[in-house]
């Protein structure tokens, strides 16, 4: 499979946020807006052909999803199949198949609610999402309820063994949650005054 155009590996990695609830397992996944883009390129729901640009200095920013290809995937079987298929959950063994929600994908990412056949202590987590346009890309899993707060996935380390303790509160997880919203608005915050600084200079 040839490389799209928008391939951005090396930005900020996808998300996936787990949690476990009785015999089901959910997990948002989220990706920043130009990864979005090639998960409509390689998924064929945008043109493969099209090309991207990434103005790497610092006043630019990535292309965003526009109101047209935001429709194209959220509607799009292509792209539930790939989610589906590159986010996996097993238990003993034995897959836990997933329905996939893509109404707030753009927005807030896809939901993918894994049932399992038994209540839910031990599930292996793979994910592969877009390593095939790129074994660059990575994905940061996080976990309420898990044994660990969070595990970086590759291509050469798809998959790991997650446990989950059935008395534990969402808290833990309201609290990473929150400090994760006030990084992301301290360093936006940031950009945009180190980019009013950079043109006052140039003025």
């Avoid at 998924?43 to 090309?51: A, F, S």
């Avoid at 994760?180 to 936006?188: F, L, P, S, T």
């Amino acid at each position: 499979m040839a490389v799209p155009a928008a391939a951005h590996p090396l930005g900020d990695p996808q998300a996936l946020r787990l949690s476990a609830d009785g015999d089901q397992v959910t997990a948002l996944w989220t990706a920043p807006a130009d990864d979005l883009l090639v998960l409509g390129s390689v998924t064929g729901v945008l043109d493969d052909r099209r090309e991207y640009v990434f103005d790497l200095n610092p006043d630019g920013e990535p292309e965003p999803v526009g109101d047209s290809d935001a429709d194209l995937l959220r509607s799009s079987t292509e792209v539930a199949d790939y989610l589906a298929a590159h986010i996996t959950v097993t238990q003993d063994g034995r897959s836990c198949p997933a329905e996939v929600d893509l109404s707030g994908l753009v927005e807030a990412g896809a939901e993918l609610v894994f049932s399992c056949e038994t209540e839910v202590s031990e599930v292996t987590v793979t994910v592969t999402a877009l390593t095939d346009a790129d074994p660059a890309y990575r994905t940061v899993v996080f976990a309420e309820g898990g044994d660990r707060e969070q595990q970086l996935y590759s291509a050469d380390a798809p998959s790991a063994v997650w446990r989950f303790d059935a008395s534990a509160t969402g808290s833990r997880w309201a609290v990473l949650a929150a400090v994760a919203a006030v990084a992301a608005v301290v360093a936006a915050t940031a950009v945009v005054g180190l980019r009013r600084l950079r043109k006052a200079a140039r003025a």
